[in-house]
T-cell receptor, first 110, second 112 residues
């Protein structure tokens, strides 16, 4: 799987938008961009995924650069419950496994 | 709806003792099943995955083994635990129709 680069940590205030960046300059044409998050002492939770177009769901939005070499996970209004480690992962299809990196630890202050 | 069950939630075992962790999935058939481990302060490491009954792929050579005796049951085992086997063990399932994995609630294993 192609590698992703994320900041080690980010901070946000409650009710403010959060933009979590991910660089994946070696992404291939068949790689999907996945985001998961892991709350303390829990298993990872699927957040969103996309291929080329921007995606929205009830949890977040995913903005994908036109050249697909970077993407941004957007939490529109951070809550204290959003404090977690966020993982950006490339996966080339439903047949391949998920490889987790170190992710970004998001800290949310009241 | 699909659910994944993993037990026990916590486990303390002496060095040299055997281990058996069970994971079951409900509400789906032919799932891909995965075992991950997260050591303290470390990332998630894929240990085993299975695409069908009796089919096991090992990602990392170690003191552990996995089995899939039934379509929706995945078992992680060890004959003799080491201190280095301590960690947070997570089972997950996925299928080819969508790209998301669903993780269980995990087992925190402490080997003493």
């Amino acid at each position: 799987d192609a590698k992703t680069t994320q900041p080690n940590s980010m901070e946000s205030n409650e009710e403010e938008p959060v933009h979590l960046p991910c660089n994946h300059s070696t992404i291939s044409g068949t790689d999907y961009i996945h985001w998961y998050r892991q709350l303390p002492s829990q298993g990872p939770e699927y957040v969103i995924h996309g291929l080329t177009s921007n995606v929205n769901n009830r949890m977040a939005s995913l903005a994908i650069a036109e050249d697909r070499k970077s993407s941004t996970l957007i939490l529109h209004r951070a809550t204290l419950r959003d404090a977690a480690v966020y993982y950006c992962i490339l996966r080339d299809s439903g047949y391949s496994t998920l490889t987790f990196g170190k992710g970004t630890m998001l800290l949310v202050s009241p | 709806s699909q659910t994944i069950h993993q037990w026990p939630a916590t486990l303390v075992q002496p060095v040299g003792s055997p281990l058996s962790l069970e994971c079951t999935v409900e509400g789906t058939s032919n799932p891909n099943l995965y075992w991950y481990r997260q050591a303290a302060g470390r990332g998630l490491q894929l240990l085993f995955y299975s695409v069908g009954i009796g089919q096991i792929s090992s990602e990392v050579p170690q003191n552990l083994s996995a089995s899939r005796p039934q379509d929706r049951q995945f078992i992680l085992s060890s004959k003799k635990l080491l201190l280095s086997d301590s960690g947070f063990y997570l089972c997950a399932w996925g299928n080819l129709r969508d790209h998301g994995y669903t993780f269980g609630s995990g087992t925190r294993l402490t080997v003493v």
